[in-house]
Each structure stands twice: as structure tokens, then as C-alpha cells.
């Protein structure tokens, strides 16, 4: 049963259509709704409320929104870190293909008990996370309390992994894990990109998409170069012509990245209510080409269209912090161009509400506002980073990091107080987690210690990389990159 909690005389940024901000507000919490919230009054200090949290020194803000994620290889964190681009690609392709597989059971579930530990201390109470094998993090996610988005990635030229069997893989899931956990766990459809699918694979996304009309479909989109030469590929003029086609650019559409896209696909996708998840760190971490165009989200967002941010995948640039994403996004923003791209409240906006918006739940999620559910987090700000507390809004994208969550609430449930987590066996995770390292690095030839890693040499790393489906689509690439200067 879910209890009344009311939190007064704390500093609250509820996101509201006003961007308003109490400096001494109280947020009022029943039935695992926001009640109400407004400036505390005298009487909040001995209210009648189940729980009564005394505010003073935290700031309250809606739950984090992580919009695009892959959870299963966490416990690799540190793992990829000083990997060139090549040497990264190589190896975490033959991970996922080893995964795909059905190699390394132990050290996915792993993966997601430590991802939810983490994304819970760190005030990310939603994630949307594309993976191969997601069951684990449906039930690991439900049972912490938490929020998740979860889908199993389809592709047919990255892995070769039978497509029936993906669709099988898929839809089993589905019917599953969507809707479960009190609406907590929804199931999504991914195919994986714009670069390794074919026409004839996006075909039958479409009709799979049409069999479950409630689920979103979760892509990565404009995110190379090549997304629109693989579109050619397949007989489109480029990558949204190409969903176009076979009826996917919809409001159901959540696009990670967008990265390469031009002025008539920032109008298309405003048109189409499709929605966008902007990934700054891993793209600033990995930079595939000195000229990379950077995601055009100033763009995206005055068309109308929902930009959410995404950690991707974390264990590339070693960070579980949904703040930083917010700072990034503004360095890396600003650094391609100039000062001034965003206002801190924009960025909070796209931490919180409009990450929701972009998932379709915005009218249930993603702010303080009577009605919707209660994802609250509280972070202490009475601490010396945040003294004096000027400008709020740039402390929580500039300043704030994970360990200054101290409460995390979903639902009107409380799942971290005071910094301890109490739907989750944290030292238990942590355990299983070391080990679960320990046993990869046994049995394969990563070398990985508190020292630093070392991935498998080039010749085991071919070995390992799925044979099929990327040769199939370099030759498509190659083969279209020729037919593009031909035919000019
Ligand atoms: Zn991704």
C-alpha cells in the first residue's frame, strides 16, 4: 500500500509549463500521485502525512529520464576505456554477437542488477533500453521499484542470428513483460538502425509494429554517415523516406541520435511527432571523424520536436551520471558552435519532461505537477558545491552528480532514503558483479583488473565477430557508395 509522504520547506523545481521554482515549497504525495505543490505553509511541519520529510537544504525535482540506453554490458565499465575506435568497434562487436549467441549469461544479469542499483542512486527512475536479451532487466528493473522501457534489438546484417528467431525472441518478450509491474515495465520494438536493416527487415518491424499499436519503436537513426548510403541500399532516397515507406515515421518513433540529420529531416520528423534521444557523451567519447556533424537538437527543439537524453552505452565512457549528459550536451553543443545554445532550464527540461514526452508518457511523467505519478528525487544541496544555491536550474545540469541523490520516490514509493536503497541488496550486487568480471576474464582473453583492461588481440577478435551479416552489409555499403558516384 502506498503511503501519503509530504515533503515542505525544500527548494523545488517542478518543471511545470511555467518553469517555476519555489525556493521554500512543499510537494504532497498520495496514492502514489503528486497531490499538490506549492509554497510550504506553517502547517506542513506536523502534517498528518504517512511520511513528513523536512526539506530544508534539498532540492526536489521529478525523476531523472535516461532515453535511450543499453544495459547488459555495465559490469564492463573501465573495460573500453582507452580502446582506439577501431579496437573499440572490433571488440564490442564480437561481444554482442557472443551475447546474441547466447554466451555470458551471468555476467547480463549482472549487468542489469548493477545498472539498476546505480541508475537508482543516481535519480534515474526511467530508462529505455535497447538490448539482445532483456528479460533480466524487465524483472530486475519491476522488482527495484523502477521504470523501464525494454526492448530485445532486431537486426539482420550486424548478427547472424536467424531473423525468425529475433522475431520469435521479440515477440515472446512482448507478450511477456509489456505492461507489467503496475505499468511500470513496457515492452518496445527495436530494430537496431538505420545502417544494418534491411527493407525487407523494417517491413516486417512494420507489421509487428502494427500487431502491438501501444508500443513504441526504438531505434538508432541518423546516427552515421552511412544511414542514408544503406537507405539507397534499400531502394529509398534516405533513412526517413525509407520508414516513411514502410509506415514507421510516426509518433511511435524514439530515434537515438539523429546526429547527421539535415534541415528536411528535422521538418519531417516535427511533422510526424516522431521524437528524438540525444546521446552527447558516447558520440563526443568515440568522435568517428574530425568534421562530424554534431546532433542539430537547438534545431529539433524549435521545430517541436521531443528531445530526451541518453546515456547510451555507459560503459564506454564510464559514467552513470544523467547530469552529465545535460552538461555535456551543452559543451559539446556549444563547442561546435558557440556560447549560448541552450538555457539550464531547457537542459533540465530535457532531463525530466521532455525525456518522458519523448518516450509518450509525458502526460503521466517527467514533472511535479497534480495528477501525475510521483517520481520525485531530492537531492542535498546543503553541501559546499552548491553554497551559495544561485540559479538553480544551471546547479542541477552544471553541478549536480549522483551522489547528491539522496531520496529517490517512484509511484509515491520510497526507494532510496538518506542515501540508502532499500529495494535492492546493494552489497550483494556489487558482489556478483566483481565476480562476474572475474569469470569473463577467465574465460575469454580480456585481460581486465583494477589496472586497466586489455581487450582479446586482432586475430581472436575476428574470430569472434559474427561472419555473415557484416560482410553482407559492407558489401551492400560498398557496393551503394559506388552506385552514388556513378550515378552522379
Ligand atoms: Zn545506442
Request: hydrophobic share 40%; proline share 5%; charged share 25%.
Amino acid at each position: 500500500m502506498t503511503g501519503d509522504i509530504l515533503v515542505h520547506d525544500a527548494l523545488v523545481l517542478p518543471v511545470d509549463g511555467e518553469n517555476r521554482l519555489f525556493e521554500s515549497g512543499t510537494v504532497r504525495i498520495e496514492d502514489g500521485r503528486i497531490a499538490e505543490v506549492r509554497p510550504t505553509e506553517a502547517g506542513d511541519r506536523d502534517a498528518d502525512a504517512d511520511v513528513v520529510i523536512d526539506g530544508e537544504g534539498s532540492l526536489a525535482m521529478p525523476g531523472l529520464v535516461n532515453a535511450h540506453t543499453h544495459l547488459e554490458l555495465t559490469p564492463l565499465l573501465g573495460a573500453f576505456s582507452d580502446l582506439g575506435l577501431l579496437e573499440l568497434m572490433g571488440s564490442m562487436t564480437a561481444l554482442y554477437a557472443q551475447i546474441a549467441d547466447g554466451e555470458f549469461d551471468y555476467l547480463v544479469e549482472a549487468g542489469y542488477d548493477l545498472a539498476a542499483l546505480n541508475f537508482l542512486v543516481g535519480g534515474v527512475t526511467t530508462v529505455n533500453s535497447m538490448d539482445i536479451d532483456p528479460q533480466a532487466g524487465a524483472e530486475t528493473f519491476g522488482e527495484a521499484g523502477l521504470r523501464g522501457f525494454f526492448g530485445p534489438a532486431v537486426t539482420d546484417l550486424f548478427w547472424d542470428v536467424p531473423v525468425d528467431e529475433q522475431f520469435d525472441r521479440a515477440r515472446a518478450f512482448i507478450d511477456e513483460y509489456h505492461d507489467t509491474y503496475d505499468g511500470r515495465i513496457r515492452a518496445t520494438i527495436c530494430p537496431h538502425d538505420d545502417w544494418s536493416c534491411s527493407r525487407d527487415l523494417w517491413e516486417r518491424i512494420s507489421a509487428l509494429a502494427a500487431e502491438y499499436p501501444d508500443l513504441l519503436v526504438h531505434t538508432h537513426l541518423l546516427e552515421l554517415d552511412e544511414s542514408d548510403t544503406m537507405a539507397r541500399a534499400n531502394g529509398a532516397d534516405d533513412s526517413l523516406t525509407l520508414l516513411d515507406e514502410v509506415g514507421l515515421l510516426d509518433d511511435r518513433l524514439v530515434a537515438a541520435h539523429f546526429r547527421v540529420a539535415d534541415e528536411a529531416d528535422i521538418e519531417r520528423t516535427a511533422a510526424a511527432g516522431a521524437s528524438v534521444a540525444h546521446c552527447p557523451s558516447v558520440f563526443a567519447y568515440w568522435n568517428p571523424g574530425p568534421e562530424m556533424q554534431w546532433t542539430p537538437v537547438p534545431e529539433l527543439r524549435a521545430a517541436g520536436v521531443d528531445v530526451g537524453l541518453g546515456i547510451d552505452d555507459h560503459y564506454w565512457h564510464d559514467s552513470y551520471s544523467l547530469f552529465g549528459e545535460a552538461r555535456q550536451a551543452r559543451l559539446a553543443a556549444n563547442l561546435k558552435r558557440t556560447a549560448g545554445q541552450y538555457s539550464s532550464m531547457e537542459l533540465v527540461r530535457m532531463l525530466t519532461v521532455e525525456g518522458a514526452r519523448a518516450l509518450g508518457v509525458g502526460d503521466e511523467l517527467g514533472s511535479l505537477e497534480p495528477g501525475k505519478r510521483a517520481d520525485v528525487v531530492l537531492l542535498d544541496i546543503d553541501a559546499p558545491k552548491f553554497t551559495p544555491m544561485t540559479n538553480a536550474p544551471a546547479n542541477v545540469v552544471n553541478n549536480a552528480a549522483p551522489a547528491d541523490v539522496e531520496t529517490v520516490i517512484v509511484d509515491g514509493e520510497m526507494l532510496l532514503r538518506d542515501g540508502e536503497v532499500r529495494t535492492l541488496d546493494a552489497d550483494a550486487i556489487q558482489r556478483r558483479a566483481e565476480q562476474a568480471v572475474e569469470r569473463f576474464a577467465a574465460e575469454t582473453d580480456w585481460d581486465i583488473d583494477a589496472g586497466g583492461s586489455d581487450p582479446p588481440g586482432t586475430r581472436q577478435v575476428l574470430r569472434d565477430l559474427p561472419k555473415r551479416g557484416p560482410v553482407r552489409l559492407l558489401g551492400r555499403l560498398a557496393l551503394q557508395s559506388v552506385e552514388d558516384v556513378f550515378e552522379y
